[in-house]
């Protein structure tokens, strides 16, 4: 990770929210679907051993997917934020299209679409552009599948997240409702110094932001609410 010792740090804690814009729906809706599943069967250990074909198939639709859309502007602004910060995007989101739009320090928490990874060797881990299927294994012969943190399973990144969190000069939280943990918890890590910018456009009392101090709600969706801090700060 490439950071400036002379430029103040933003760590933006982004989620679904800022994807959707671009095109990509949200994780789960109310009745606790994704894309007509039940999370249980495309999101978990327990899915994936009772029906591999079937979480292989919907990953490879999610993978596809990333080819018909593009970052937003509130992507883009973001990565232009690095032009006078060092900016760590830490994303719930499994898309690549902070990548693309050009943010270079990104700690993605529950893990990326375009990667895939042995079953035996959670360390073992390749870039995957293409549909992955049954019978696709790793240089040691193991079934490959997504390289995506399920339910029930550990949150490697979180550490790193944690750190960069704690070394915030300002923190800026978009298109998440803080529900999810362990990711909802990260902006508790923030200096009690730290300005934390909440961008909603129907922002909702949150038990995580009770506490901080320095907070600033904004009132938009993703693009115009980064407008909004990208003036505040730059």
């Avoid at 804690?13 to 007509?36: H, K, M, P, Q, Y």
């Avoid at 490959?144 to 704690?166: K, S, Y």
């Avoid at 038990?207 to 609410?225: D, Y």
């Amino acid at each position: 990770m490439k950071l400036d010792a002379t430029k103040k740090t933003i760590v933006v804690l982004s989620g679904a929210g800022v994807s959707a814009e671009s095109g990509i729906n949200t994780f789960r809706d109310a009745g606790g679907l994704w894309e007509g599943h039940d999370v249980m069967e495309v999101a978990s250990p327990e899915g994936f051993r009772k029906n591999p074909a079937l979480v292989l198939d919907f990953y490879n639709q999610r993978r596809r997917q990333l080819k018909e859309v593009k970052p937003n502007r509130g992507h883009e602004i973001i990565a232009e934020l690095e032009v006078d910060y060092n900016v760590i995007v830490v994303t719930q989101n499994v898309d690549d299209l902070h990548e693309r739009a050009g943010s270079t320090n990104i700690i993605h928490l529950h893990g990326e679409l375009k990667k895939v990874r042995s079953t035996r060797n959670e360390n073992l881990v390749l870039d995957w552009e293409e549909d992955c299927s049954l019978g696709d294994k790793c240089p040691n012969g193991h079934q490959l599948r997504p390289h995506i943190v399920w339910f029930g399973e550990a949150v490697p990144m979180l550490g790193l997240a944690q750190g960069a969190v704690v070394k915030a000069d300002a923190v800026i939280v978009i298109g998440t409702s803080l529900k999810v943990y362990p990711a909802a918890g990260l902006v508790g890590f923030a200096p009690p110094e730290a300005k934390v910018f909440y961008i909603d456009p129907n922002p909702a009392s949150n038990w995580e932001l009770e506490n901080v101090k320095n907070l600033e709600i904004i009132k938009e969706p993703g693009s115009t609410g980064m407008e909004r801090v990208k003036s505040l700060l730059v």
